[in-house]
T-cell receptor, first 113, second 110 residues
Framework: SQTIHQWPATLVQPVGSPLSLECTVE??????LYWYRQAAGRGLQLLFY??????ISSEVPQNLSASRPQDRQFILSSKKLLLSDSGFYLC????????????FGQGTRLTVV | KQEVTQIPAALSVPEGENLVLNCSFT??????LQWFRQDPGKGLTSLLL?????REQTSGRLNASLDKSSGRSTLYIAASQPGDSATYLC?????????FGKGITLSVRP
């Protein structure tokens, strides 16, 4: 069966510090991978998605970047965090075809202080 | 641009009540619609997936319907229980993207 791992679960970082959140999927190959941010009262916002290694699509201009160094690994990064980067970050995956179900990780609560 | 709306934002019902959660979307060109449950501070758990060619899906006490032409979906929860208390989100897929509503926070009172 497929599983998705996301870590860390919580993170408190000072403004201006770097960020690296990691997501890995097991039990499938060539998944579509996604990073979402959930801010209070604003719902889930798609940040990045990837349909293959090295292929990253960005949905909104922001202080963050994403990379996919391996087939089942998706990393969310920042060189310098802003207060506005605080939020709940969720990684998700789905199979490559467009009509399939999406599955989410348990999320990372990021607080920038 | 696809927009997904869930109204009301919050709902409180007594235990045992049957209830319907609504979801509407503006662009009917979707591949599927998915309902999720989110407990506080947790990730999303997939409840039901309805393909664009389907009208409904059932899982236990949950039944989801889809009317693609009118841009609507409903999640029916039968005989609600306190353990059903959570936020319920619907999401529609077009191309490679899932667009979410803001969710309905359900509280089932014992």
């Amino acid at each position: 069966s497929q599983t998705i791992h996301q870590w860390p679960a919580t993170l408190v970082q000072p403004v201006g510090s770097p960020l690296s959140l990691e997501c890995t999927v097991e039990g499938t190959s060539n998944p579509n991978l996604y990073w979402y941010r959930q801010a209070a009262g604003r719902g889930l916002q798609l940040l990045f998605y990837s349909v293959g290694i090295g292929q990253i699509s960005s949905e909104v201009p922001q202080n963050l970047s994403a990379s996919r160094p391996q087939d089942r690994q998706f990393i969310l990064s920042s060189k310098k965090l802003l207060l506005s980067d605080s939020g709940f970050y969720l990684c998700a995956w789905s199979k490559g075809s467009l009509d399939t179900e999406a599955f989410f990780g348990q999320g990372t609560r990021l607080t920038v202080v | 641009k696809q927009e997904v709306t869930q109204i009301p934002a919050a709902l409180s019902v007594p235990e045992g009540e049957n209830l319907v959660l609504n979801c509407s979307f503006t662009d009917s060109a979707i591949y599927n619609l998915q309902w999720f449950r989110q407990d506080p501070g947790k990730g999303l758990t997939s409840l039901l997936l309805i393909q664009s060619s389907q009208r409904e899906q059932t899982s236990g006490r949950l039944n989801a319907s889809l009317d693609k032409s009118s841009g609507r979906s409903t999640l029916y929860i039968a005989a609600s229980q306190p353990g059903d208390s959570a936020t319920y989100l619907c999401a529609v897929r077009a191309n490679s993207k899932l667009t979410f509503g803001k969710g309905i926070t359900l509280s089932v009172r014992p």
